[in-house]
C-alpha cells in the first residue's frame, strides 16, 4: 500500500482571525467551508488541502492550542523579499525575525510562519 498526501490541519481559537492573517499576509484563497454545525477554512491546490479548524470543536485533544509548540511550521515563497516586507507593514502582521532569505511572522494563534525565497 502507498498512500498519498492530502492534507494539513491547523486548529486554532479564532479560526477566522487566523483565516484572514493567512489571505492578508500570504494571498492564500482561504474558502468556508460549512455544514449544519461546524465550519472550517480550507484551501485545495492539486487535491492538496490547507485547512484551518476550531481548535476547540476539531478534537478534544487539540483545545486549547498550544502556541509554545514548535511542530508545525508553515513555509510560504515569496518573489521579493523587501516588497513582502512593505506587504506586512502595511497589514500590521507581527514579525518575529528577518534575515536575508526568510520573514518570519506570527499567526493569531502563536505559530510562527516563514516567507522566503528560497
Not at 482571525?17 to 461546524?38: I, K, N, P, Q
Not at 534575515?99 to 518570519?104: E, N, Q, Y
Not at 494563534?109 to 525565497?117: E, H, N, P
Request: charged share 25%; with cysteine; aromatic share 12%.
Amino acid at each position: 500500500m502507498q498512500s498519498k498526501f492530502r492534507s494539513v490541519f491547523l486548529t486554532c481559537d479564532d479560526v477566522e482571525a487566523t483565516a484572514d492573517f493567512y489571505r492578508d499576509v500570504a494571498g492564500v484563497g482561504l474558502e468556508a467551508v460549512s455544514s449544519d454545525e461546524y465550519t472550517y477554512w480550507m484551501l485545495d491546490i492539486d487535491g492538496v488541502q490547507i485547512a484551518l479548524h476550531d481548535a476547540k470543536s476539531f478534537a478534544d485533544y487539540s483545545h486549547p492550542p498550544d502556541p509554545a509548540s514548535n511542530l508545525t511550521h508553515l513555509y510560504f515563497r515569496v518573489p521579493d523579499l523587501e516588497e513582502f516586507l512593505d506587504h506586512v507593514q502595511s497589514v500590521g502582521a507581527p514579525l518575529v525575525e528577518v534575515d536575508d532569505v526568510v520573514v518570519t511572522l506570527e499567526d493569531p494563534d502563536g505559530r510562527k510562519v516563514m516567507f522566503g525565497t528560497a
